[in-house]
Nanobody, 127 residues
Framework: EVQLQASGGGLAQAGGSLRLSCATS????????IVWFRQAPGKEREGVSC????????YYTDSVKGRFAMSGDNVKKTVYLQMNSLKPEDAAVYHC????????????????????RGQGTQVTVSS
């Protein structure tokens, strides 16, 4: 059974930090890029970051560059999203997902067509 379980969300103050985790199982982790995307009520899905372990590269959407850092552990098959300097506009449900296409293509498609995805975790940022 494929699982991508996001956790670590919660309430943070503006300027604060949270660290999200995504534990995966049931698929060949090394064959996929892993992404974080978010969706706030009434807003469209927004891609946050994409990690390609084979390339050793991570891609970020402009609004989080310099504040968020995505990393992964191929042994634990877990990825992380360190979120610093949080802003109220970062509030959303954050989901992790996996795709067999490269990050550049995933990003170009707006993170809309993802092979695998799991439940999200709520992030709330107070001003």
């Amino acid at each position: 059974e494929v699982q991508l379980q996001a956790s670590g969300g919660g309430l943070a103050q503006a300027g604060g930090s949270l660290r999200l985790s995504c534990a995966t199982s049931g698929f060949n982790f090394d064959d996929y890029v892993i992404v974080w995307f978010r969706q706030a009520p009434g807003k469209e899905r927004e891609g946050v970051s994409c990690w390609n372990s084979r390339e050793g590269r991570t891609y970020y959407t402009d609004s989080v560059k310099g504040r968020f850092a995505m990393s992964g552990d191929n042994v634990k098959k877990t990825v992380y999203l360190q979120m610093n300097s949080l802003k109220p506009e970062d509030a959303a449900v954050y989901h992790c997902a996996a795709d067999r296409l490269p990050c550049t293509i995933v990003a170009a498609s707006g993170y809309r067509y993802l092979d695998l995805r799991g439940q999200g975790t709520q992030v709330t940022v107070s001003s």
